[in-house]
């Protein structure tokens, strides 16, 4: 499985933008970019995919480079329900059943 | 409702017993998956299903064997359980294994080995 690089914590203010990164440069051309979180003592949860293409939905944006070697995930407005451990995984390699495999994440604090 | 339940939520048990987790999704998924968290946060998959059969396997003690009755339910059951053994399992469903499909897990088994 390709790997993906990210910083260990970050810290924002409440209802400031977040820019969280993503290094992947050994992503393949089939990969799709998907981003989950995991909130305290909770199982992660979905919060947003891509493959090439800028990505927007509810939760956040997700802005992929052009070389899709790195990606950014963007929550627009923090709040103290967004602090948790959130992972950028590569989803690819049907041989390896396109296996959802977590790294390390990096753990977002928002202070009020 | 709950999408993907599991049962029990706290299991704290004594080494050499033998103890089940459970596992429903009402998605209507056709896959499901096992998750170990360890005490390190990291989170591994163990086991993964489609339409009850076994698609990934990945390098688990044969002491974990998971049953899949139907496509809604996915069991854990651990023979022997070890200290090590202690973690976070979470269940998790998707509909198929695409490389874009949506993966939804539970909210986790506490298990503990004393």
Same mark, same amino acid.
């Given at each position: 499985?390709a790997?993906?690089?990210?910083p260990n914590s970050?810290?924002?203010?409440e209802?400031?933008?977040?820019?969280?990164?993503?290094n992947?440069?050994t992503?393949?051309g089939?990969? @799709?970019i998907?981003?989950? *979180?995991q909130?305290?003592?909770? /199982?992660?949860?979905?919060?947003?995919?891509g493959? =090439?293409?800028n990505?927007?939905?509810?939760?956040?944006?997700l802005a992929?480079?052009?070389?899709?070697?790195?990606?950014?995930?963007?929550?627009?407005?923090?709040?103290?329900?967004?602090a948790a451990v @959130?992972?950028?995984i590569? *989803?690819?390699?049907?041989?390896? /059943?396109n296996?959802?495999?977590?790294?390390g994440? =990096?753990?977002v604090?928002?202070?009020? | 409702?709950t999408?993907?339940?599991?049962t029990?939520?706290?299991?704290?048990?004594?080494?050499?017993?033998?103890k089940?987790i459970k596992?429903?999704q009402?998605?209507g998924h056709?896959?499901?998956?096992?998750?170990?968290?360890?005490?390190?946060k990291?989170?591994k998959?163990?086991?993964?299903?489609?339409n009850?059969?076994?698609?990934?396997n990945?390098?688990?003690p044969?002491r974990?064997?998971?049953?899949?009755p139907?496509k809604?339910h996915l069991?854990?059951h651990?023979?022997?359980l070890e200290l090590?053994?202690s973690?976070?399992?979470?269940?998790?469903?998707s509909?198929?294994?695409?490389r874009?499909?949506t993966i939804?897990?539970?909210?986790?088994?506490?298990?503990?080995v004393?």
């Amino acid at each position: 499985d390709a790997k993906t690089t990210q910083p260990n914590s970050m810290e924002s203010n409440e209802e400031e933008p977040v820019h969280l990164p993503c290094n992947h440069s050994t992503i393949s051309g089939t990969d @799709y970019i998907h981003w989950y *979180r995991q909130l305290p003592s909770q /199982g992660p949860e979905y919060v947003i995919h891509g493959l =090439t293409s800028n990505v927007n939905n509810r939760m956040a944006s997700l802005a992929i480079a052009e070389d899709r070697k790195s990606s950014t995930l963007i929550l627009h407005r923090a709040t103290l329900r967004d602090a948790a451990v @959130y992972y950028c995984i590569l *989803r690819g390699t049907k041989a390896a /059943g396109n296996k959802l495999t977590f790294g390390g994440g =990096t753990r977002v604090l928002v202070k009020p | 409702d709950t999408a993907v339940s599991q049962t029990p939520k706290y299991l704290v048990t004594q080494m050499g017993n033998d103890k089940s987790i459970k596992c429903e999704q009402n998605l209507g998924h056709d896959t499901m998956y096992w998750y170990k968290q360890d005490s390190k946060k990291f989170l591994k998959i163990m086991f993964s299903y489609n339409n009850k059969e076994l698609i990934i396997n990945e390098t688990v003690p044969n002491r974990f064997s998971p049953k899949s009755p139907d496509k809604a339910h996915l069991n854990l059951h651990i023979n022997s359980l070890e200290l090590g053994d202690s973690a976070v399992y979470f269940c998790a469903s998707s509909q198929g294994q695409g490389r874009a499909n949506t993966i939804y897990f539970g909210e986790g088994s506490w298990l503990t080995v004393v």
